[in-house]
């Protein structure tokens, strides 16, 4: 056994997303999302939708008071591009802006930092009935929105992130189709809509530095380390153009202002002049999120002609992803190494596993808390090598709508009952809690 510990002002605490927890989707004015579309289109596996969800547009005291008695000091939510500017452009909803206001405070006097969102993929759909992000109609309306929330919790809220997992949007939303909005453009489409959403990005960070000061500004990128199966020439350069388009595209976009060499010459078409200076910012803090590397392989017909999966893997979540935390320590350590070392912090990290109520009535979900306990610990062992890692955000403080697996699939450190609304701390949430408490973790 060994101890790692972490400093007194790290940041401990849970992200969640506006769409998957929120619910009250016709409520106070808000506006039509992809999502919405895309649940409509009978596109959700087990037919749900987030029409309630955890209802957290009502219920968000209860949900605030869980992080206290955690001890948490950081949450990360995401604000709802329609609840604010119900046709992604045009007229700002008050009533939008008031929720956020009242969640702010609220955070606010439970002694946490709030850490807010400004995109986590619910596109305003008038926007995408305008091209969404294959096309550049949607940078102006994205900057102006930031700046429409900034003017009202930018008092309060220091910490903004402008996306999330831009490439998740890009390959899954636009390329495959198996996300809202359920578009199969192929390799095009996934360029298109990560350039166009680096763009939004840029502009957005410049227009909330314009307004003040004195915020931490900053982004959220899924990252994966990609390895090839094997020695194969094949396989290694699937591995490099995957890396190219998973990581590098929305990394170097931002961090270099460099489109990838691999992908220059796909990408020339829509790459205008002066995109590469636009795109790039000196953020202050960067979120990753992580749940396991990549492992890939060469085939035709898919995307890049690239197939992931892990086939050497023995352990897998209730999503079928490969319980890998020593990718997050690779991860940070290559981060460290090709980037310079800036702030970051962990934004995303948890797993999904088919969670039971005991007789007892409560959650003992072993396989989580093992899971956080590794990945916990993987973090502490990349501080120690000289990562500059600020904190860990679990994925997620609540069981929820996840995207087009519906309510089947449950992440939160706390059990939602979808018929009663009742939370339930699972074994998962006393562990973070008692990690935070000791401000250590024990291997």
Known sequence: MSTLTFPDDFLWGASTSSYQIEGALEVDGRGPCVWDTFTRQGKIQDHTTAATACDHYHRWPEDVGLMKAAGFNAYRFSIAWPRVVPNGTGPINPKGLDFYDRLVDGVLAAGIRPMACLYHWDLPQPLEDEG?????????????????????????????????????VAIFGYGVGEHAPG?????????????????????????????????????????QPC??????????????????????????????????????????????????AKIRYPIDLLGINYYSRMTMKYEAGRPF?????DAHCDRWTFMGWPVQPDGLYDLLMEFKRDYGNPAVYIAENGAA??????????????????????HIGAV?????????????????????????????????????????????PKDSYHFIAEVIRNKAVTL
């Open 132 to 168: 969404g992000w294959q096309g550049r109609a949607v940078i102006e309306p994205f900057a102006d929105y930031a700046r429409a929330v900034a003017a009202r919790l930018a008092d309060r809220v220091k910490d903004w992130m402008m996306l999330n997992e831009p490439n998740v």
């Open 380 to 424: 502490g062992r990349a501080m120690a090598d000289g990562c500059n890692v600020k904190g860990y955000l679990c994925w997620s403080l609540l069981d929820n709508f996840e995207w087009a697996f519906g309510l089947a699939k449950r992440f939160g450190i706390v059990r939602v009952d979808y018929e009663t609304l009742k939370r339930t």
């Open 183 to 223: 578009h199969h453009l192929g390799e095009e489409g996934i360029l298109r809509a990560l350039h166009h959403q680096n763009l939004a990005q840029g502009a957005a960070l410049r227009a909330l530095a314009a307004e003040r000061s004195d915020l931490t500004l900053g982004t959220v990128i899924n990252l």
């Open 353 to 374: 596993y088919d969670d039971q109520v005991a007789p007892d009535g409560a959650v003992h979900d072993a396989d989580r808390v093992t899971f956080l306990r590794e």
């Open 305 to 309: 002609n690239v197939f992931w999966g």
């Open 227 to 276: 390895r090839a199966e094997d020695d194969k020439p094949e396989n290694i350069a699937a591995a490099q153009r995957w890396d190219a388009v998973w990581n590098r595209v929305p990394l170097d976009g931002l961090m270099r202002g460099q489109i990838p060499p691999l992908l220059a010459e796909a990408m020339k078409s829509f790459v205008l002049p002066g995109d590469e």
